[in-house]
């Protein structure tokens, strides 16, 4: 992994080499109605050097919803630069039944329209036939809909296919955190004794949508959650950033699995063109990342030295403690690392 690179105080920025940048959109460019400090500028610098490009799960709004969104915060943006769960799941889609099929569409207009672009037959209903059920998450979406996608879906595997954009277990709305596709999807799961094939992150396809899309020969992703994010795109073999100003912290990070520890940790997108620090090994195994400095003895997670900044204390943690191979859970970890 490039989180740290060598035996020098600093190494090249986050996106050197990059041809193509891959952003998450809640978390790391907005939250809510509002864009998230330092986003916009940063990503529309970033646009200079590199193709920039928004990826989501959201499977309730089409590219162009979200493009016209991204434009409203000031970023040059266009609804071919937006690549979306339906997008991935109707390329799934086409590599499992006939052109021009009829599919049984559960979701909104951000999935239907998409399905329908592509040249299938969007119906509601398993009494039409339906040669696959394709499913995401849309706020209408109610028990009549998921017992239709139950009734199609019978015969367990056995049964015609079934494609869902995404998994994700919540969804930020407004007033809080609410139910996402995971909990739709795993109602029908719960009816029909079977899985969905998923194209949105973690799972590997929207990557590929949208490594086909740009033709993307370096790219690097940007998400504020370790088990979406960064775990798809670790799965993808795509570098990847894992900016605080979302979702996981720094009580995740330093429990982060081997399958989901980012490539870069940042406080917010200005340092995607700031030299990113390196990491020496220092006296009695100490992880030095700038003037902070952590080991782990034993079982015990030690500060060497706090250091100047918060931030690479964070990141010789997170080094130290994945270098150890010990599960989080056996270690005492100081307050002061994740608070």
């Known amino acids: 992994m490039a989180l740290f690179r060598a035996r020098n105080s600093a190494g090249p920025t986050p996106l050197e080499g990059v041809d193509v940048v891959l952003a998450d959109l809640d978390g790391v460019v907005y939250k809510g109605h509002e864009a998230i400090p330092h986003a916009v500028e940063s990503l529309n610098r970033a646009a200079e050097q590199a193709r920039v490009a928004y990826i989501t799960n959201n499977a309730s709004r089409t590219d162009a919803a979200v493009a016209k969104q991204l434009q409203g915060f000031g970023l040059s943006v266009e609804a ?10 109707v ?7 006939p052109e021009g099929s009829r599919i049984l569409v559960i979701g909104g207009e951000g999935l239907s329209s998409v399905v329908a672009d592509a040249g299938f037959t969007v119906v509601e209903s398993a009494d039409d036939e339906p040669a696959a059920v394709i499913q995401g998450f849309a706020p209408e979406i109610g028990w009549k809909q998921l017992a239709e996608a139950s009734f199609a879906l019978a015969g367990g595997d056995e049964g015609i296919p079934w494609v869902a954009t995404n998994t994700d277990w919540t969804i930020p709305v407004a007033r809080g955190v609410a139910p996402g596709n995971g909990t739709l999807v795993s109602a029908v799961h719960t009816a029909v ?27 690097i992703f940007i998400g504020d959650r370790l088990d979406t994010d960064v775990l798809g795109a670790n799965r993808a073999g795509i570098d990847s950033v894992l900016v605080l100003t979302g979702i996981d912290r720094a009580k995740q990070l330093l429990a982060a699995g081997a399958d989901s520890r980012p490539t870069y940790i940042l406080d917010d997108l200005r340092g995607l063109h700031e030299p990113y620090p390196t990491a020496e090994k220092g006296r009695g195994g100490a992880v030095v990342v700038g003037d902070a400095a952590v080991r782990v003895n034993g079982t015990t997670v030690e500060i060497v030295r706090e250091g100047s900044d918060p931030l690479n204390l964070l990141r010789a943690a997170c080094r130290a403690i994945w270098d150890s191979g010990l599960a989080i859970y056996a270690l005492d970890v100081p307050e002061r690392l994740y608070t």
């Open 193 to 219: 004794g079977r899985l969905p094939v998923v194209a949105g992150k973690p799972e590997v396809a929207i990557f590929d949508e949208a490594r086909t899309r740009f033709g993307a020969k370096h790219p």
């Open 91 to 97: 390329r799934l889609l086409a590599g499992l039944v």
């Open 80 to 89: 071919t630069d937006v690549v979306t769960s339906p997008q991935a799941a």
